[in-house]
């Protein structure tokens, strides 16, 4: 049987990380084998690209290049990694995937949506997560709390209202997908943030 396709979104600062980890042990916990990965990235190539991707040697790339090299990391990723790990059985947990390049690539850098859909029904065919988590904060508490950590990389530079865009985006899209695409308010406390994605999975996994 194919596996599940979990990804997880979160605005710069809102715990990502933290929760990532809270959500492998949840789901090891309810008896999957848990194959957790990132994007871009989550294989070699992959993770080439994405050191081009966040490092400040290219800063001025042009934006199309910047979603071709999302979508060229992608489709490695899920050649090489998610495609035989989701045919195994087994749940794929990702750091981040499509409805970042939506977010960033489509509502912060301008780039017509209808292009990345094009792309992403190229590079994934019919396949898309079956549950995404949002962790979604304002984004001048997010850049506050981001800002406390080590030197920003080059997505982390951009202003704030590139972040408003990219909020916006993700909002906007979780608006219409509700079934998929569940936003967790990451403003309150860890433990508050974690009951609400403790709801959400539960929910998810009986539904299966
Ligand atoms: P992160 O691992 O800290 O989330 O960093 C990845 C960065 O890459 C983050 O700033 C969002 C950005 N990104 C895009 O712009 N488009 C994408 O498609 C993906 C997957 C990530």
Known sequence: ???LFITLEGSEGAGKSTNLAFIHDYLEQAGHTVVQ???PGGTALSEHIRALLLGHEYDGMASDTELLLMFAARAEHLAAKIKPALAQGKT????RFTDATYAYQGYGR????DRIATLEDWVQGSLRPDLTLFLD???ELGMKRAGERS???RFEKQQLDFFDQVRHGYLERAGQQP???RVIDSSVS???VQAQISTVLSDFLQSR
Request: proline letters at 8%.
């Open 1 to 3: 049987m194919q596996g």
């Open 37 to 39: 990965t990132r994007e």
């Open 92 to 95: 794929v947990l990702c750091d």
């Open 110 to 113: 301008g780039i017509a949506l």
């Open 137 to 139: 904060l304002p984004v």
């Open 151 to 153: 030197a920003p990389d």
């Open 179 to 181: 079934q998929r695409y």
């Open 190 to 192: 860890l433990e508050q």
